[in-house]
């Protein structure tokens, strides 16, 4: 029997599963930590014989969260795929109670213990850490409880893959997460990329501000103020409503407030005031060593009139990359066309279901298919 440790934040998991100096802060502990919300249900799982330990989360239902269920996820619902209603119906049932190994914003969800440096640093190997032994013990807990584990939203890169492939998981193309890998060391040498065409379109939109009269500011750390706080949360709500969800400005505004506690110099907001000097768009974002990650964007009325998105959504975030010596910028899932046209390329997110879950290993395939077919 395989001992395996569950904690319900990354507090009771050794320090030295995190670096202090993450390249990517998605996989820092200040992330794990401040970017929860109470009904998320994520919990950490440990297994010190694999070296590893783990983020999860369960689930009883299909209710809520489509990004963590592994049923949605495997359909490819929310991303254009479609499926056959009598197929979803069939992987439902087989899929009601669930274990899945899942990320917080789409970051890393399997967590090594990373080997020190020769400078003492952490680095990103993980001698120690045994997937096989990983994947057993999830496996034998998943048993216990009557749950179907999967894993998902898992880089190319993930240390699982290999092992869940040799045992015969169902493993696909489940989604994209795009970024600008190389922000350029200014502003015409991220434009020198482009064709001349679209390059004047770019200018056209990097000079919609001076045109509008309107004016974009970075706060980062401790100029991050209470009232920009404020600004950012009312912003936020009104994008939500936009994507059909109720406004809380309260709720956002205790995310904001645990990020900018927990990433301190390494939480910034941008904004987009209007001629007026009323905020009218925003993103927050948190920096690591080498990305600087957009997590939320926020619009309000008067931000569509100046092309206020492009700017907090793209522009000022590789402009806050250049000035702290990231190189990335990272912007998440979602629709590509318009990170596609300003330099982004698409990762693909990978999903694994076991061999056993016949529903969801057909529903994963049409999802893989519809994903890598070419255009």
Request: charged share 25%; glycine share 12%; net charge negative.
């Amino acid at each position: 029997m395989v001992t395996l440790r569950e904690y319900g934040s990354v507090d009771g998991l050794s320090e030295g599963y995190w670096s202090t100096a993450p390249e990517d802060p998605r996989t820092s502990a200040a992330w794990l930590t401040a970017n929860r919300w109470p009904e998320d249900g994520v919990r950490f799982l440990e297994v010190p014989a694999a070296g590893a330990a783990c983020a999860v989360r369960t689930q009883d239902d299909h209710a809520g969260f489509p990004r963590m269920n592994c049923t949605d996820i495997a359909a490819g619902t929310g991303r254009e795929v479609t499926q056959p209603e009598a197929e979803l119906e069939k992987a439902r049932a087989e899929g009601l109670r669930q274990l899945n190994v899942c990320a917080l914003g789409y970051g890393q969800s399997v967590f090594p213990v990373p080997v020190p440096g020769p400078d003492g640093a952490h680095g990103a190997g993980g001698a120690g850490f045994d997937a096989e032994a990983l994947v057993t013990a999830l496996q034998e807990h998943a048993r216990d409880e009557g749950r179907l584990l999967t894993f998902l939203h898992l880089d190319e890169a993930d240390p699982v893959l290999p092992v869940l492939r040799a045992r015969g998981w169902h493993v696909g193309v489940t989604d994209r997460y795009f970024g600008i890998e190389d922000v350029g060391e200014d502003e015409g040498g991220y434009l020198a990329r482009f064709p001349a065409d679209r390059r004047r379109q770019l200018r056209k939109e990097l000079a919609s501000l001076d045109a509008a009269g309107a004016s974009a500011e970075i706060h980062r750390g401790d100029t991050v103020t209470d009232e920009v706080q404020q600004e950012v949360a009312r912003l936020e709500a009104c994008a939500d409503e936009k994507h059909g969800i109720p406004g809380d400005p309260a709720r956002l505004l205790r995310v904001n407030e645990r990020l900018r506690t927990a990433f301190g110099p390494g939480y910034a907001v941008a904004l987009v005031r209007d001629r007026d000097g009323r905020a009218v768009a925003s993103a927050t974002l948190v920096l690591g060593t080498r990305d600087v990650l957009l997590r939320m964007v926020g619009l309000g009325p008067g931000s569509e009139e100046i092309g206020a998105y492009f700017h907090v959504a793209y522009h000022l975030p590789m402009r806050l990359a250049r000035a702290t010596g990231a190189s990335r910028v990272l912007f998440g899932t979602g629709n590509g066309t318009p990170k596609l046209r300003r330099g982004a390329t698409a990762r693909p997110l990978l999903s694994a279901v076991p061999p056993g879950a016949a529903a969801h290993g057909a529903l994963l395939h049409r999802t893989n298919g519809a994903f890598t077919a070419g255009p």
